[in-house]
């Protein structure tokens, strides 16, 4: 049976690839003093590794260890509806932002800038900005429909007009705006991975 694979974060940032038990201790080791977090699906959300019984148990000393048994697997959950699989994972997906994000609140207050807190809050403020591009193309078909009817209701041809073009222009504009936030965040989180990365050589 093949070893179980973990994905790895440091201080919220999280590594490339998956590694098995011995690089995750690895990684402790190497990151000592700073919060490592793991993640497969037989864990369901990050946990630190110090709490997995699975670890301490094959962390203890001896001249050969041997290769510490995969945990047992749980039973096929049955099938959920498309929707509700939708539902939890978003769910999971914030409770897993808002998990490792909570300390990025107290980073605001480290006036010495030891702890960066921009690659915590990123993803936040990258869904804040989406809610707030869905309101304004929402926005935008609510007004053109809103102006559109008038036009209708007063016969004014260009009035019509210009709430179809208010309907498309919108959600237009929005999504324009968010790939351009986006190409913005993503090169911000790339900065610090070249951060992180030359800070290991």
Not at 32 to 42: F, H, K, L, S, T
Not at 131 to 153: D, E, F, K, W, Y
Not at 158 to 176: D, S
Request: charged share 15%; proline share 7%; glycine share 10%.
């Amino acid at each position: 049976m093949p070893e179980e694979k973990y994905f790895v974060a440091v201080d919220g940032s999280q590594l490339e690839g998956e590694r098995d038990m011995g690089q995750v201790r690895q990684v402790c080791s190497q990151y000592a003093g700073r919060q490592v977090m793991v993640w497969n699906e037989a864990l369901g959300s990050w946990t630190d590794p110090k709490t997995l019984p699975s670890f301490r148990v094959s962390a203890a000393p001896a001249p050969a260890p041997a290769p510490a048994p995969a945990p047992p697997r749980h039973p096929a959950a049955p099938r959920e509806t498309p929707v509700a699989a939708a539902a939890a994972a978003t769910g999971a997906a914030m409770g897993s932002v808002m998990s490792e994000d909570a300390g990025a609140l107290k980073g605001l207050l480290d006036f010495k800038f030891e702890n960066l807190v921009a690659p915590k809050l990123i993803r936040v403020l990258y869904i804040v900005l989406v809610v707030l591009c869905g309101l304004g193309a929402l926005g935008g078909i609510l007004s053109g429909l809103q102006t559109m009817v008038s036009g209708i209701r007063f016969g004014m041809f260009f009035v019509v007009v210009t709430g179809i073009v208010m309907m498309v222009v919108g959600p237009v504009l929005a999504a324009f705006y968010l790939a351009l936030m986006r190409v913005v965040f993503e090169g911000v989180h790339v900065l610090f991975q070249i951060r992180e990365k030359l800070g290991k050589s």
